[in-house]
């Protein structure tokens, strides 16, 4: 298959064209190719933190967002240069289930993402690296995360 294989799309406006999505191009390859509609080129790539690998958006002058673990079972934090997301699965998250994942700006839900929908709908203005990184963690994890909760 050739790129474009996904499209993220904002009240039907196109906001990036996306290449091939997986875990082994993500955080072991080079990475989820994006094209903003503007024509400026991002990668999702992974990155070492700590003994862990997390995904990150880069740009040709850097990182864009990155993203980590946090102290709960699928629960992850989102950065940016002028954001700080934290996305918690909202019930039961699984191959299985619908996959409802709650948006959070320090203590204040901000927004929901439909893993089966593919769909994020935010009350602000939700930032395209982080909407990236947000599917990134909700449909791959991040490899050996269950080795960072307590026993």
Known sequence: MGFPIDELVSNETLIAKLGRDGSLKIFFGPGRRVMLADGTEWRIKGANSGRHIVPVVKSAKGTVAFAGPLYGKRSYGITGRDFAYNIIPLGKVGLMTAGLWGIRNRQDEVGRLYQRAKRIEAS????????????????????GENELLPR
Request: glycine share 4%.
């Open 124 to 143: 602000e203005p939700f930032p395209v690296a982080a909407a990236l990184l947000a599917f990134t963690l909700v449909t791959h994890g991040i490899p």
